[in-house]
């Protein structure tokens, strides 16, 4: 099936053409007539479904019909012109920041050919003088956070009295993060006859009751492939003794040749400063990713990750959504995350496009019960891995199965560094905080985790 049989406006195939796509994934051939056609939709996908284009290429498809639309006139010749709150056509609503703007830059490729639309990103951590720019302009999509919206809402720069749809774009992570008050405030805001779409990991619980309460008769999908089982993603755990152990572990592992680009997993945002300054003294092309930095910072980072000049990107779970860079060969969980549905977005930032990825997850013997709740929740057995002048002195707590032998081996010499390279453990490296004296291991500080729930987290 191509997109053009999906009834689907001319301008937005080429477009979608242009921009490489050939054929739709499952949730788009299911969502996009649908979509079209104004059902309220609810869409359980995992990450890199294709579930932005599944939402936006239907809405595109509207706004393109009432391009030809005359333009209402902005006030008399002469009048002195005056800030009046932006009144968007479609809501897109995300749990992080990353989301939000690769969400705009996908809205962009896919509207190149369709003239007068206008889509821009609220979020926090960009300046009040920029965003109140970006509004003056009457953006006909928004796509924001839930905590930096409500304070534009607040001081009356959105009226959502015209708003038509509305999206809610990884429904579950924004209840995980606290911001279902919010929600339900923005929701109330809108007008009762929007589209409304809602797409999430899964369709249970907290996020099936707010589901029926906000959508008429909506259409359910539900999507089963093999990228919902990441089964294009070879999965590891490599049992570690100490925070000594594992620092060497994961010097050894980034000099595969077969790593392209990798993602290493933090629990906290110091963590990533830290190793991220340890991984280029140790010769690697690295860089942090975290909350507490700026936006423009955070910016510069992911871009410097798309064009490829960093190699490494340490991260809190802030950037588990919204990256989507192909050439991501890797994912380290130098830290086990809190739920199980983040270690199932945080290895999903390989194997993208249909490529094959590999997601190693070091853990210490104490964390094996982690372990099993993630293979519960995903339905898979992580086989473990041992590799040769790297094996754990002690055993897990529970006996568990093994690798298979011969899948992404490194190379053979113990640390894999060349001649006169400076490993990434080097001796005397600052000890990770909590850890006891030599290098013990001891967890992070759930207090300073970036996955604490709050109420604005992502202000």
């Given amino acids: 099936m191509s997109f053009e049989a999906l009834g689907l406006h001319a301008s937005i195939v080429k477009?979608?053409?242009?921009?490489?796509?050939?054929?739709?994934?499952?949730?788009?051939?299911?969502?996009?007539?649908?979509?079209?056609?104004?059902?309220?939709?609810?869409v359980s996908s995992q990450t890199g479904s294709g579930k932005t284009a599944a939402f936006m290429l239907p809405a595109l498809h509207k706004l393109a019909l009432a391009e030809q639309a005359p333009v209402a006139p902005r006030g008399a010749p002469g009048e002195r012109p005056r800030f009046k709150a932006a009144q968007p056509k479609m809501l897109v609503l995300t749990p992080t920041r990353e989301l939000a703007l690769q969400v705009t830059s996908a809205?962009?490729?896919?509207?190149?050919?369709?003239?007068?639309?206008?889509?821009?990103?609220?979020?926090g951590g960009m300046p009040y003088p920029k965003q109140m720019q970006l509004l003056a302009k009457n953006p006909e999509i928004l796509v924001?956070?839930?905590?930096?919206?409500?304070?534009?809402?607040?001081?009356?720069?959105?009226?959502?009295?015209?708003?038509?749809i509305l999206v809610l774009d990884e429904a579950d992570r924004m209840l995980d993060m606290g911001f279902i008050d919010d929600i339900e405030?923005?929701?109330?805001?809108?007008?009762?006859?929007?589209?409304?779409?809602?797409?999430?990991?899964?369709?249970?619980?907290?996020?099936?009751?707010?589901?029926?309460?906000i959508t008429k008769d909506p259409m359910v999908i539900?999507?089963?492939?093999?990228?919902?089982?990441?089964?294009?993603?070879?999965?590891?755990?490599?049992?570690v003794d100490d925070l000594s152990h594992k620092n060497r572990l994961l010097d050894h592992l980034l000099r595969d040749e077969t790593l392209d680009q990798a993602v290493v997993f933090t629990a906290t945002k110091r963590d990533a400063d830290t190793i991220a300054d340890r991984l280029n003294i140790a010769g690697f092309s690295a860089a942090a990713?975290?909350?507490?930095?700026?936006?423009g910072a955070r910016n510069r980072t992911l871009d410097g990750l798309r064009r490829g000049n960093v190699k490494v990107l340490v991260a809190t779970d802030v950037a588990a959504r919204g990256i989507d860079v192909p050439t991501?060969?890797?994912?380290?969980?130098?830290?086990?995350?809190?739920?199980?549905?983040?270690?199932?977005?945080?290895?999903?930032?390989?194997?993208?496009?249909?490529?094959?990825?590999?997601a190693i997850s070091l853990v210490n013997h104490a964390e094996g019960m982690n372990v099993k709740r993630i293979e519960r929740f995903t339905k898979q057995l992580i086989p473990v891995n041992v590799i040769e002048g790297f094996e754990p002195k002690r055993t897990a707590s529970a006996p568990r199965s093994a690798a298979r032998p011969g899948t992404w081996k490194p190379g053979d010499n113990r640390t894999g560094a060349k001649p006169g390279q400076?490993?990434?453990?080097?001796?005397?490296?600052?000890?990770?905080?909590?850890?006891?004296?030599g290098g013990g291991y001891k967890g992070s500080n759930p207090r300073s985790a970036d996955g604490a729930r709050r109420t604005y987290g992502d202000r």
Avoid: C
């Fill in 144 to 164: 924001a956070t839930p905590g930096r919206l409500i304070d534009h809402m607040e001081s009356g720069k959105i009226d959502f009295s015209q708003l038509e």
């Fill in 222 to 239: 539900q999507i089963t492939s093999s990228s919902s089982k990441h089964e294009n993603i070879v999965q590891r755990v490599h049992f």
């Fill in 107 to 123: 809205t962009e490729k896919y509207g190149t050919q369709i003239r007068r639309i206008r889509a821009v990103s609220i979020l």
């Fill in 328 to 358: 991501i060969t890797h994912v380290f969980n130098y830290d086990l995350p809190k739920f199980p549905e983040d270690y199932v977005h945080r290895i999903g930032r390989t194997g993208r496009a249909g490529r094959n990825g590999l």
């Fill in 185 to 213: 405030k923005i929701i109330a805001a809108t007008p009762a006859g929007r589209q409304t779409m809602l797409f999430s990991a899964t369709l249970d619980g907290m996020v099936g009751n707010m589901a029926r309460r």
């Fill in 15 to 42: 477009a979608a053409t242009d921009a490489g796509y050939t054929t739709p994934t499952p949730v788009q051939e299911q969502a996009i007539p649908a979509g079209i056609a104004g059902r309220d939709l609810l």
């Fill in 422 to 437: 400076r490993t990434f453990s080097k001796p005397g490296a600052p000890r990770r905080e909590g850890a006891p004296a």
């Fill in 289 to 295: 990713l975290h909350g507490d930095m700026h936006q």
